[in-house]
């Protein structure tokens, strides 16, 4: 039987939307609560209206609900799809990956396989677009999985935030725990380990320095390989333009991608997150 498989994932991949409806890719939004409303985010939320509200408020976020993944489900099952590969953000940053796993397990007229990139952002979202290349360029559900799996070892992500503080409240701190209260002028850059958890991938000394650490991290990486980069904005400003723009013209970039960290991730960075998301080719 020919498959027809759907690519599905969250909105914690943070893949720009034109990118995402070019590769017919299914984005399930992360929901984003204040005490009075809940969000779809990206949906009727934006990032800019999550950090303008911060620190006065500061809502808290919850997966996609299982009867909105069984809803995905049976869309894609009446499009003509038979197979679903679902493709989402680190189970230990967020329940998504195993509430699909769970509306799949009961789900009729589709063969489904969940996939944890044990990552977030444009980190998850290369491995994303990597699958939905290979779907597209004819691979079955169970050669796009493997590949998955070959490639994760060459993903990285590399985050500078403002505060600890945004990352302390959500619980989801994890190794880097160890930054809070110690050496104050010292700013981490924070990475995910092959669990998926946060850990320090190194520390600068001040917010300037911090930033710098991340181009070297980049042209390090090009002096060796071709890579994708993308470039990730979480309310900074001036900064961001910045970086981009000392980014995008060094060699051997084979795709360079500009996105916004979505409100759901933003709410646990908060305001002036600056990120850069590589795959190594």
């Not at 409100?263 to 908060?270: N, Y």
Request: proline share 5%.
């Amino acid at each position: 039987m020919t498959e027809k498989i759907a690519l599905i994932t969250d909105s914690g991949c943070d893949i720009p939307s034109e990118l995402a409806e070019q590769y017919n890719i299914k984005v399930l939004p992360l929901k984003v609560i204040y005490p009075d409303c809940q969000y779809s985010d990206r949906v009727d939320i934006q990032p800019e209206e999550v950090y303008r509200n911060m620190p006065d408020k500061i809502p808290t976020t919850s997966m996609p609900s299982l009867q909105e993944i069984k809803n995905l489900f049976e869309r894609v099952r009446q499009e003509g799809f038979t197979h679903v590969l679902a493709v989402h953000l680190s189970s230990n940053l967020s329940g998504t990956y195993n509430a699909v796993k769970t509306a799949a397990q009961d789900f009729e007229g589709l063969v489904i396989k969940t996939i944890d990139t044990k990552t977030l952002s444009m980190a998850s979202g290369w491995m994303v677009l990597e699958t939905a290349r290979n779907i597209a360029s004819g691979f079955t559900l169970e050669k796009a999985a493997e590949n998955l799996q070959k490639i994760r070892p060459r993903i990285h992500g590399f985050y500078v935030i403002e505060t600890l503080e945004y990352l302390r409240r959500g619980g989801r701190i994890g190794a880097v725990a160890n930054m809070l209260g110690q050496f104050l002028h010292l700013k981490p850059i924070i990475s995910i380990d092959p669990d998926g958890k946060y850990f320090t991938f190194c520390k600068a000394k001040g917010r300037r320095k911090s930033i710098e650490k991340l181009v070297q991290i980049v042209e390090e990486m090009v002096k060796n390989h071709q890579i994708r980069l993308a470039v990730l904005n979480g309310g900074s400003g001036s900064e961001f333009d910045a970086l981009v723009q000392r980014l995008k013209g060094l060699p051997n970039i084979k795709e360079f991608v500009v996105s916004e960290i979505s409100p759901a991730l933003g709410v646990h960075t908060g305001p002036g997150l600056l990120a850069i998301c590589i795959q190594e080719i």
